[in-house]
């Protein structure tokens, strides 16, 4: 199951680490300051989905890579238009003399749109774009597939979807048969649709389709970060599009409510907004995050209860 854990304290700039149950594999959205982030996560993190580049979403991103140089793995960062100038731009204002190539490598993914995302390597010590290829989707592995929208905050602001591969059960006592390497065989026609496929079970053979029945599809788990967006239409119908009914998803809600004004001259959302969305999207549980630094507790407080009320009113 996909787990997240907010690694910022209130007044710290916003990041949040996704976590696979079972796995050592780590997902990173955003690089806020983060004081409860450990180095142990950092050297974890396979990828960094990045919302967008205004310093309290990225300022982080050198502590997240002094941790990460020299494991010699290859990690994976996804963010919006120009991603790859700005990490290219971090990277080369250092000196690297005393670095070996295979210390590291970054592969970028750029978003540019819904289908078009570019990809990116670098490599030390001179850390040279080289564009290897442009591709239809953003990250899949063996783990989770990651959808996205792409938001506006006065700037693309990308809002992630992390979807968790769905699972087959094997009912064994419906099957009367013994276990075998029959059921996996089962399980993949199932996976690809192949109604056809002969499978041999103790000496006979019967179609795919007609041992279906011997099988149930659990969908995976689906978690959403939603980050800085303008709170209109336009962003809620591309919200609708990628987090209708998802399990759980944390989403800005920068403002209180009194401070809406401020929400709509800065492009943000604020706390009623982004709770009466997740209510249209019909999420099942949803978390509002990324409070602006001028409040305090109590003002969190105040868009924690706003932010609820919400979503949850009948």
Not at 273 to 279: D, H
């Amino acid at each position: 199951m996909i787990q997240a854990e907010i690694k910022s304290l209130l007044r710290e700039d916003i990041s949040i680490l996704i976590k696979i149950a079972n796995s050592g594999k780590h997902y990173l959205c955003d690089c806020g300051e983060a004081s409860q982030l450990t180095v142990k996560e950092i050297q974890s993190v396979s990828a960094v989905f990045i919302s967008h580049t205004h310093i309290d979403h990225f300022s982080n991103f050198d502590g997240i890579f002094r941790h990460q140089i020299g494991s010699g793995e290859r990690v994976v960062i996804c963010g919006p238009k120009n991603i790859h100038h700005q990490i290219e731009a971090r990277l080369k204002s250092y000196t690297w003399n005393l670095i070996d190539e295979k210390a590291i490598e970054y592969e970028i993914r750029e978003i540019i749109s819904l289908k078009e995302i570019n990809v990116y390597n670098l490599r030390p010590p001179h850390w040279n774009l080289e564009l290897v290829k442009t591709q239809n989707f953003l990250f899949e592995d063996d783990q989770v597939k990651v959808d996205f929208a792409i938001l506006d905050h006065k700037t693309d602001s990308i809002a992630y979807m992390f979807k968790e591969k769905d699972s087959v059960t094997f009912h064994e006592e419906a099957s009367g048969f013994r276990k075998g390497k029959w059921i996996s065989e089962l399980k993949t026609a199932f996976e690809n649709n192949d109604t056809d496929l002969e499978i041999q079970i103790e000496g006979a053979a019967y179609k795919a389709a007609d041992l279906f029945h011997l099988l149930t599809r659990n969908q995976g788990y689906r978690l959403g970060v939603i980050m800085d967006h303008a709170a209109d239409k336009e962003n809620y119908e591309k919200i609708k599009a990628v987090f209708s009914e998802a399990d759980l998803v944390y989403i800005e809600s920068f403002y209180k409510d009194s401070d809406q004004e401020f929400a709509k001259l800065n492009y943000h959302s604020f706390a009623s907004a982004s709770g009466k969305i997740m209510k249209e999207c019909q999420v099942k549980e949803a978390v509002p995050i990324h409070f602006s630094r001028r409040y305090t507790e109590t003002d969190v407080i105040e868009i924690e209860t706003a932010f609820y009320k919400a979503f949850r009113e009948n």
